[in-house]
């Protein structure tokens, strides 16, 4: 089997021994990296949705720009999500990653920004989309320019949808 990182061992026991809390690979890895992302990624609060979209972006670019992150991405990526525990740490994973990123939404809620109605995670999928498809398809650069453009297209598609009042871009408001 192979594993994104290196794990020394001399004894099969040892290996068991490593995997006692986690029953397998799969398990061991996601846990890895959903408190490797849990601790790198705290909640953006810069005081509007639209800065708080930027530094989110600009702390997933900071994740994926690790070539050890990418590695395990891409053996995530490649596991069979037929079986049902894969599939279920993939959710569990996903479901905590966006997790983060509805708070950024709630908190705009509660200053007013958006319309109590929109979805966040429409807004983070339409964010953090074009990051992924240049990390792992593309290979495109993520740079300031892809971060500010997506940021803008997410605001624009917003304040088209209503979600976002066209004068409200940007705006700091105090609770």
Do not use: K
């Not at 192979?2 to 799969?26: A, N």
């Not at 894969?86 to 990653?97: E, I, K, P, T, V």
């Not at 950024?104 to 109605?117: C, K, L, N, P, T």
């Amino acid at each position: 089997m192979y594993l994104p990182f290196t794990v020394h061992y001399t004894t099969p026991q040892t290996v068991r021994r490593c995997l006692e809390g986690w029953g397998t690979p799969v398990n061991l890895i996601m846990d890895a990296i959903s408190v490797f992302a849990a601790s790198e990624n705290p909640v953006p609060d810069t005081g509007s949705l639209e800065g708080d979209l930027r530094q989110l972006l600009r702390n997933v670019v900071a994740l994926l720009e690790r070539p050890e992150v990418l590695r395990l991405f891409r053996h995530i990526h490649s596991l069979d999500l037929g079986q049902d525990s894969a599939r279920q740490l993939w959710q569990q994973f996903w479901g905590a990653r966006f997790g983060i990123g509805t708070q950024v939404i709630e908190r705009a809620i509660q200053r007013g920004e958006v319309s109590h109605d929109v979805d966040g995670i429409d807004i983070l999928e339409m964010l953090v989309g074009v990051t992924y498809v240049r990390a792992f398809l593309t290979g495109r650069p993520l740079d300031d320019s892809m971060i500010e453009r997506a940021v803008r297209s997410v605001m624009d598609v917003a304040v088209q949808r209503g979600a976002v009042a066209e004068g409200e871009r940007g705006v700091r408001r105090s609770p």
